[in-house]
């Protein structure tokens, strides 16, 4: 999803929040992708990913009818959604768990079939270590800025924060990713 | 000159803004703040290999088409079953919604009681309390709460609804958190916490004069709270941080009058002994009664068993005496404390030489029955 097209959506919001599935389904053809990437970032796990999907997008057509009241930019307010939504899946799956399965997962699959070790795969492994070292809300700010398309006004206000702590967070976490590069994390 | 740190985060966002939409290269930017040039550059190209990464995390391309099917599925399955209840009722809801909605709540609502309980329109009545907070129907919802509790002609009966509109206050929370209404789910945890206090304490006033019916209906009422507690904790688990707040007090609630409702439940029904005449060998027949004057309630408080403050219910000559309110079980504002509660003597056949019936102690002393009118104060304020 573009930035800074609220307006666009407008109309497609008040279509849908009246019952119309088509202008659900364009809502979802624009969002889909940022918000797949953002649970798979964060799970590691393209199966958990897809079913969390499912889930906020049931949860944003449920919720629908009252977006108007919520104050907040329409992608703001779906990635609010899918933060709760991924809470809920941590919290049921006690903590990080998955995410350090898959990461193991991962690198015994490249173990024990090295002719299969392609460079998507060492790829998503470097990734998924730097991600794994950082901090929860780091990692966090870090998907939302890279991998939604999000404008940096829609993060502050998906994560409950002014824009100028937003940028502090963000330049923090930056600063926490240099450094784990340097140190050859990742790399 | 070192920029602060602040300011330092903004330059970076704004490298990075011009970077990612394409409109100027690292080195263009870089140029742009040539004493921080170097530093800048770490940050720049830290976030950029992070950036390159993000096609890792795409949806597989056979996957998007698939699960917005299944998507479409769900949502035509859910449209489904909810015009099935509430068909009738959003109908209704777009019809009232083309008049002001306080000239509905003044004038259209007593109307509306007034149709729902004589008329055959069972639909109608349908839809009306399947409303939840939000719906146009409310209002009507909890009137015809409120007509049935004035046509209901017993006390137990009137437990018995108080104890069944708590269950449907419960239901409208359920109802709120599912369809995403959170800025109304305070306001309907309040009315939640209100409506346990009006079935407790009609329970109270049932068990001075019925108390096995009152031992029966606490139970019962104890029964559905810790349903209610069960099914609070589940969706605590699924509401956002803001709202938990608001769960955790349902939550108290809950747990606390569920502590109230196990303690009359579990008292002990008091039956009068029956005295035999030892003369004629029959039980003493004491002629015409003379009906026990009730004593006045305001000297003699019935003490509330909760962690939280006491209250007292106190009689009234006339029903618009704010003395006859309900007393607060769960005080919505600080608390104000009240005299500590007379410890009542029983009587002891030493200080009653009369006869023996009357050494038979009152476990508690017999409460003048509430005016109707004020008996459910909280529907009218």
New interface residues.
């Given amino acids: 999803m573009p930035q800074g097209q609220d307006e666009n959506v407008i109309p497609l919001i008040d279509r849908a929040s009246q ?1 119309d ?1 088509n202008a ?2 364009e809502l ?2 624009l969002y ?2 940022g918000i ?2 953002f649970l ?2 964060h799970l590691g796990n ?1 199966q958990d ?2 079913d969390l ?2 889930e906020v ?3 944003i ?6 977006y108007q ?1 919520q104050g907040v930019p329409f992608a703001a307010f779906i990635y ?1 959604v899918a933060r ?1 939504i991924l809470t ?1 899946h941590y ?1 049921r799956s006690s903590g990080s768990r998955t995410e350090i399965a898959a990461d193991e997962e991962l690198i015994d699959h490249i173990s024990s079939h090295p002719s299969e070790g392609s460079f ?1 795969n060492l ?2 492994l ?2 998924r270590q ?1 991600l794994g070292e950082l901090r929860e809300d780091y990692r966090n700010i ?1 998907i939302l800025r ?2 939604t398309g999000l404008a ?1 006004d829609e993060i502050a206000q998906s994560i409950g924060k002014t824009p ?1 702590a937003t ?2 967070l ?2 923090r976490a ?2 926490a ?2 450094k784990l ?1 340097e140190k050859g994390i ?1 790399k | 000159m070192k920029l602060n740190q602040v300011a330092f985060a903004h330059t970076i966002d704004t490298c990075l803004d011009a970077i990612l939409s394409g409109q100027s290269t690292i080195d263009q930017s870089m140029a742009l703040y040539p004493e921080h040039a170097e530093e800048l550059r770490l940050f720049v190209e830290s976030a950029l290999w992070f950036e390159q990464q993000k096609q890792l995390f795409d949806a597989p391309p056979e996957l998007k088409s698939a699960h917005k099917m299944r998507i479409q599925k769900a949502i035509n399955t859910n449209n489904q079953a909810a015009a099935k209840t509430y068909d009738l009722n959003s109908l209704l809801n777009q019809f009232l919604s083309l008049f002001s909605r306080r000239t509905l709540q003044l004038a259209g609502s007593l109307a509306l009681v007034i149709i729902l309980l004589f008329s055959s329109t069972a639909g109608f009545a349908l839809a009306a309390r399947s409303a939840i907070p939000g719906d146009l129907l409310y209002q009507s919802k909890l009137s015809i709460e409120k007509a049935s509790l004035f046509l209901s002609i017993t006390q137990k009966h009137d437990t018995e609804l108080e104890v069944e509109f708590t269950d449907s206050r419960m239901l409208e929370i359920e109802s709120l958190i599912q369809k995403g209404r959170l800025n109304l789910l305070s306001a309907s945890i309040q009315r939640y916490k209100e409506q346990v206090q009006l079935a407790l304490n009609q329970i109270y006033v049932l068990q001075e004069t019925a108390q096995a019916e009152a031992s029966q209906i606490a139970s019962q009422l104890q029964q559905i709270l810790e349903n209610h507690s069960e099914q609070f904790n589940i969706l605590a688990a699924t509401l956002p941080e803001l709202s938990k707040k608001d769960m955790l007090l349902a939550l108290t609630i809950t747990e606390d009058s569920i502590t109230i409702a196990a303690d009359i439940a579990a008292q002990p029904i008091i039956t009068q002994p029956t005295v035999i005449d030892p003369e004629i060998g029959a039980p003493i027949t004491r002629g015409t009664p003379t009906p026990t004057p009730l004593p006045t309630l305001a000297t003699q408080p019935v003490v509330l068993k909760t962690a939280l403050p006491t209250a007292t219910v106190r009689p009234s000559a006339t029903p618009d005496d704010p003395a006859t309110r309900l007393p607060l079980i769960f005080p919505s504002a600080t608390p104000t404390p009240t005299s500590t509660p007379t410890q009542i003597s029983l009587p002891t056949a030493a200080d009653d030489d009369d006869d023996e019936i009357d050494v038979i102690p009152t476990r508690k002393p017999t409460k003048t029955p509430r005016p109707r009118p004020t008996r459910n104060p909280h529907y009218d304020g």
């Fill in positions: 019952g599935a659900f389904g979802y053809d889909f992708d797949f990437r798979n970032s393209v990913a897809e999907a499912e997008f049931l949860r057509w449920q919720s629908l009818p009252n009241h609010r709760n809920d919290r998507d790829e998503h470097a990734i730097v870090l890279f991998y940096p100028g940028r502090v963000q330049f930056l600063e990713l240099r590069l990742g």
